[in-house]
């Protein structure tokens, strides 16, 4: 009767277990169990089903019960393994288990299981040879082999785990961890096009899929294309999960992509899932600083480096509020960071330009140059790694293909101009295209929008078109650019100080016929240091090296002066030099040039709120007699 009466409650148990009622399978387990306290089967039940309850403790004695009951029983023993890796003892559960696999060398479940457990102990080796062997009893098993190829990958070995992913994606084309693990692949090589096209053809197969779109964001990240990569990411908080990490991550973008109102709604929606959490306060630190609130941003940014002393980039922006001014400490900390072989290469560099300027602004300017040196060599190092190491000959041809473009000026095309007339202020990089805009963003009547990116994505399709566009086109164009733009009651001019517009210049006034542009020039040397001693994008790779910053400057000169020949009159010429030194005679002629009257708010630029999110963000709001030059300090280690 007893064996009777535990059957009819193990066939109840298993049926509650079907229908996805755990409490109620669980209770009929246990009156199995005491109907027939010597049943492996039924005390093994109630143990399994306490484990997948989440009852690990509880599940201990029914699961050791069964295997005492019935040692020979692989299962039982399985069960009690897994109850030890549910417990992180990953050593117990391997014991067992190798010992099944040893009596078993037929059970692929076991090789399996194997393989999972040495690979939680980063035995990358010996997982790869268990799921081989899985892979030999169960042969074509999409989990298998993407448990094999992932081992490959964890042991260095690309080329063996894509050969393994390739097989897995025939046969299970739509397998979610195989999908990941290639885009794992791609970004392991920096290869962010085939990536970016890896996440489309994974979002046909698994349309709106939030991991496909985070991989799609990182490859346009990647790529330089940071507002895409936003709209990307945003879509994949969007299909879930919406956490704080993600939000962090989110706020991130939005800052490098310039969007400050994104990245303030994202660190708002972050601390109301979580207040005061610390992956926040580095993005709370930048978001300040380009706020002009320069004690909270340093408040932010110690509090980041209270939680993780290794955080390079709240680092960075520490230095950067201080003008490099931190104590002897913690340029010593700083220093070790630098030289730490534990971060990687990326965060190594920007460590030692934080302390090029910490050793610039305490006057060890030999010291402080070695430092830039080797941030700039990490930063070479990683543009050759991703095929984009500075090419002159290559530079060249891109400016002859543009004059070749715009050998003549633009012929009129009819279009509506009415709304806000686009002001560019172009030139070099670190040319004091920020100062400007900081002067003409002061006035009532000036929309100041920092660097927009979007000329930059006009200038490329129409490079790409390999003919004169169309007036639709151009139409188009006019929409895109403007698209996104809020512009308030009182506004009339829009200011886009994004340097690297030089080379649209024609493109400009072929979209743009009422547009104003300004060409700030400064002191070569002063610029070349300038862009040496700071971090830029990867895709800058001129940066790098004096000797390429040289030649970039050459190939700007020499559109500069070919745009000057096609467009007489259509580019004002302006020197950094003198709106510095000349301040009361300057910068009225340039609000005037803009089409504007002069207003007092303009010269005290430096006390506005207005958010300015670029490199000079901390310099342009001092007071113009505090922004010397530094070229004259470096012209003996220079020659």
């Known amino acids: 009767m007893q064996g009777s009466a535990s059957a009819e409650a193990l066939r109840r148990g298993h049926h509650a277990r079907q229908a996805g009622d755990a409490s109620l399978a669980i209770a009929c387990y246990r009156e199995a169990a005491a109907a027939d306290p010597h049943s492996a089967e039924a005390h093994g039940a109630l143990g399994l089903m306490l484990l997948r309850a989440g009852q690990i403790e509880a599940s201990a004695s029914p699961l050791q019960q069964a295997v005492r009951l019935d040692p020979v029983q692989p299962a039982f023993r399985m069960n009690l393994a897994e109850f030890h890796a549910r417990r992180g003892d990953v050593p117990a559960a391997l014991a067992l288990v190798q010992a099944i696999a040893a009596e078993c060398p037929d059970a692929w479940w076991a090789c399996e299981r194997l393989g999972e457990l040495q690979a939680g102990l980063k035995h990358f080796a010996s ?34 785990a894509q050969a393994v992913l390739r097989e897995a994606a025939g046969r299970a084309p739509g397998h979610e961890a195989v999908l990941g693990l290639q885009a794992e692949l791609l970004a392991s090589r920096a290869d962010w096009p085939a990536l970016e096209a890896h996440a489309r053809r994974w979002l046909t197969l698994l349309p709106g899929q939030g991991m496909a779109l985070r991989w799609l ?71 300040a600083m380009y706020r002009g609130d320069t004690a909270t941003a340093e408040r932010c940014a110690r509090l980041a480096l209270s939680q993780d002393a290794r955080d390079v980039s709240a680092w960075k922006t520490l230095v950067q509020l201080r003008g490099g001014r931190i104590d002897a400490a913690e340029r010593a900390a700083l220093e070790q960071l630098e030289q730490s072989d534990t971060l990687d290469a990326r965060d190594r560099a920007t460590a030692a330009f934080a302390l090029g300027d910490c050793l610039d602004a305490a006057g060890h300017y030999e010291e402080a140059l070695a430092a830039w040196h080797r941030a700039n060599a990490g930063q070479a190092a990683r543009a050759a790694q991703e095929g984009l190491a500075y090419d002159a000959r290559e530079r060249e041809r891109e400016v002859e293909a543009i004059i070749s473009a715009f050998a003549v000026a633009p012929a009129p095309v009819a279009l509506s101009h009415a709304g806000l007339r686009p002001v560019f202020i172009v030139g070099m990089p670190r040319s004091g295209t920020t100062l400007l805009e900081s002067v003409l963003g002061a006035h009532p009547e000036v929309l100041a929008c920092g660097e927009r990116a979007a000329m930059r994505s006009i200038m490329r399709e129409r490079m790409a078109l390999g003919r004169e566009p169309h007036a639709e086109e151009i139409a188009r164009w006019r929409e895109d650019y403007f698209r996104g733009v809020l512009a308030q009651d009182g506004h009339r001019v829009l200011i886009d100080k994004n340097p690297w517009n030089f080379d649209a210049v024609g493109l400009i006034l072929l979209v743009f016929p009422e547009a104003c542009i300004l060409h700030l020039e400064r002191d070569a040397e002063e610029t070349a240091l300038s862009i040496f001693r700071n971090e830029f994008p990867k895709f800058a790779s001129f940066s790098n090296r004096f000797e ?92």
């Open 217 to 287: 964001a990182r490859a346009q990240w990647e790529s330089g294309f940071l507002h895409e990569a936003l709209l990307a990411w945003q879509s994949a908080l969007r299909a879930g999960p919406r956490d704080v990490a993600g939000l962090a991550t989110l706020a991130r973008l939005a800052l490098l992509a310039l969007d400050v109102d994104s990245a303030a709604l994202a660190i708002e929606e972050a601390e109301s899932l979580e207040p005061g959490s610390a992956q926040l306060l580095h993005g709370r630190a930048i978001l």
């Open 127 to 160: 997982a790869r040879d268990a799921f081989a062997r899985a892979l030999e009893l169960r042969p074509g098993d999409p989990a298998i082999l993407y448990k094999l190829a992932r081992a490959e990958f964890d042991c260095g070995n690309a080329q063996a």
């Open 548 to 639: 390429d910053i040289a030649h970039y400057r050459g190939q700007y000169e020499r559109l500069m002066r070919h745009w000057d020949c096609v467009l007489p009159g259509r580019v004002l010429r302006l020197r950094h030099e003198e709106l510095l030194a000349d301040f009361e005679r300057v910068a009225p002629a340039v609000v005037g040039h803009c089409g504007l009257d002069w207003d007092e708010r303009c010269r005290d630029f430096a006390s506005t709120g207005r958010v300015i999110a670029t490199m000079s963000t901390v310099q342009v709001r001092q007071p113009l007699g505090s922004q010397p030059g530094r070229a004259a300090r470096y012209r003996e280690f220079l020659q």
